[in-house]
């Protein structure tokens, strides 16, 4: 079992940077591939970002491509997702998840409550 917290978001302007956290409970942390969704009112949950879990392997939205950088540090049990030159159409609850697989296109187990990002033009 895992639990995740996230935290780090916020209103920003246009143009500006957030980091966002997520710290996981248990002690497997490093076995589980790692990832960052989003979801904006009206729309679909929608995948921003993933991370392996030696973190040697990364994969991105195209919508986020050279502005988000997912990272993750195994000893704190904590995965960040750095969010530059955000947009007003960046704005979303982006949740954190976990998979047990190592495919980061196969299903999720574990998602956290989400934390909301408003980006202002």
């Known amino acids: 079992q895992v639990q995740l917290v996230e935290s780090g978001g916020g209103l920003v302007q246009a143009g500006g940077s957030l980091r966002l956290s997520c710290a996981a409970s248990?002690?497997?942390?490093?076995?589980?591939?790692m990832a960052w969704f989003r979801q904006a009112p009206g729309k679909d949950r929608e995948f921003v970002a993933a991370?392996?879990?030696?973190?040697?392997?990364?994969y991105y939205a195209d919508s986020v491509k050279g502005r988000f950088t997912i990272s993750r540090d195994n000893a704190k049990s904590t995965v960040y997702l750095q969010m530059n030159s955000l947009k007003p159409e960046d704005t979303a609850v982006y949740y954190c998840?976990?998979?047990?697989?190592?495919?980061?296109?196969?299903?999720?187990?574990?998602w956290g409550q989400g934390t909301q990002v408003t980006v202002s033009s």
């Open positions: 998840a976990a998979s047990y697989y190592g495919d980061y296109q196969n299903e999720y187990q574990y």
């Open positions: 248990g002690r497997t942390f490093n076995r589980y591939t």
């Open positions: 991370i392996s879990w030696s973190g040697g392997r990364k």
